[in-house]
């Protein structure tokens, strides 16, 4: 069960791995790389070819997920406090994925290239909703015509959580830090739209999270 008790042993877990160069871990990455596959195989087509990933985390998602695409270029990207850890992951799988990109949102430009799938987990309800309108209005400019912008995570609904889990979860979040927090659907939807991408899907996920696709105009 993926729940906020999981989601802290994680941090702290991670915490200790990078202090000691230990190959980063989460456990929660194992439990949602299968369902997060397959909703993947449904939308990714032999004509994407290129795919940038933004708060990669460890790395997990993008070694264990890439191989199942082999016709995609695969990149990776996070703030440079994680490339490290990442690139510990790519050396130690047969992939195919290049360095990890430097991108903190708010910060850096955004990646270099020409994108037509853009892939996010578990990053919207941690960084601030200023840093997810930035996002989203850069990709807005940069990805491709056509190109997907996918993104896993817990949302609310009309400002309703969907679960007790998710509302313990999100007040443990802005007790750490108040800009944080689960987002709502249509703010998102909204933001999503004014930066030139159509809501096109939403599929419900394990552990009360959601996946949900958009396109670009
Ligand atoms: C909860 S982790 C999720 C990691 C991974 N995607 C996963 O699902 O396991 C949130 C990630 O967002 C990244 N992040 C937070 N603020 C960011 C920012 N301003 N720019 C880019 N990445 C950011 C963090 O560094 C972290 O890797």
Redesign the pocket.
Known sequence: MENINSKIRDCYANFIRVMSSEKPY?S??DRNRDPILKVLQELIRDKHKSLLE?????G??AVYLSKHFPQLNWFC???A??LAGISMWIDDSNSNIKDPLE?????DEFPKGSYDLLF????FH??SWK?VQHLINLSGKALEPEALFLI?GPFNYDDNYTSESNENFDQWLKDRDPNSGIRNFEDLVEEMNENSFEFKKDFAMPANNRFLVFEKH
């Not at 991108?103 to 910060?107: D, H, T, V």
């Not at 996010?120 to 990053?123: L, P």
């Open positions: 989460s929660s990455c933004i708060g990669s985390g460890t997990q998602h990207s996070d703030t406090d994680k991108f903190e949102i708010m910060k996010t987990a578990n990053t941690i960084m840093h896993y």
